[in-house]
């Protein structure tokens, strides 16, 4: 599957929950907040490949987990697309933001501990 097929689809899925669901607030904040269930799903995959539930034991794999995390990027996306706003673009943005800062530590331009906040991955 292509990039094109993943931003296709991310458009597919809103035009198919606007339809299905409607746009009010309250549907995009169900939406927002889904990605929030997706992650806690990707969690607990994480949580089971690990086995830290001595009940259960191991119970994922990694590429369980990288699956759940795909869901958790592809709702974020569907979300986005929700606001009216173009997913790739604002993904584009994010990595863009992550690149100078990253560049700014390898240049030694970084301050001090805590300064970039969420850590080279947030945006």
């Known amino acids: 599957m292509g990039a094109e097929s993943v931003w296709d689809g991310v458009l597919e899925a809103r035009r198919w929950l606007d339809g299905v669901n409607g746009t009010a607030p309250l549907e995009v904040t169900c939406r927002i907040l889904k990605v929030t269930e997706e992650a ?42 929700s606001l009216g706003i173009d997913p790739r673009g604002a993904l584009e943005a994010c990595a863009g933001k992550v690149r100078v800062r990253l560049a700014g530590e390898v240049d030694g331009e970084g301050g001090g501990e805590g300064e970039v906040e969420g850590g080279a991955g947030g945006c």
């Open 40 to 81: 806690g799903e990707a969690a607990q995959a994480w949580i089971g490949l690990l086995g830290q539930n001595p009940r259960k034991g191991v119970t994922h794999s990694r590429e369980e987990v990288a699956a759940e995390l795909a869901d958790v990027a592809f709702t974020a996306m569907v979300a986005i697309a």
